[in-house]
């Protein structure tokens, strides 16, 4: 079961449609992204990385991703996810370890 940190409770809207995509990664890892327009028409976006055990890794919410649909901003947040996801399963000195730091974010 995931763990869930501050950054998803805090973006968290049950009354807002939304778009998910869960996947485990090779490392067994597995990556949350959902996507979903604000009541003022603005796409967001919400990642999170858990562990294989569901400890929270890391998490982010982007405010605002100007520009993009909710498709394009699903696409360009899996990327993203995956490539942190990949980064936290790096072993040596680059790999990350944030103790599940979380952070909101208003994209450019």
């Not at 294989?52 to 993009?68: F, K, T």
Request: hydrophobic share 35%.
């Amino acid at each position: 079961m995931r763990s869930r940190g501050q950054t998803y409770w805090d973006w968290a809207d049950a009354q807002l449609h939304s778009r998910s995509h869960t996947e485990t990664l090779e490392s067994g890892l597995t990556i949350d992204v959902q996507v979903r327009l604000s009541r003022v028409g603005a796409t967001q976006m919400f990642i999170g990385i858990y562990g294989a055990d569901g400890a929270c890794l890391h998490e982010e919410a982007h405010r605002a991703r100007p520009g993009q649909s909710m498709t394009t901003a699903m696409l360009w947040g899996v990327a993203l996810a995956r490539d942190m996801g990949a980064s936290y399963a790096a072993p040596g000195p680059d790999a990350k370890a944030t103790d599940g730091a979380t952070e909101n974010r208003t994209s450019p």
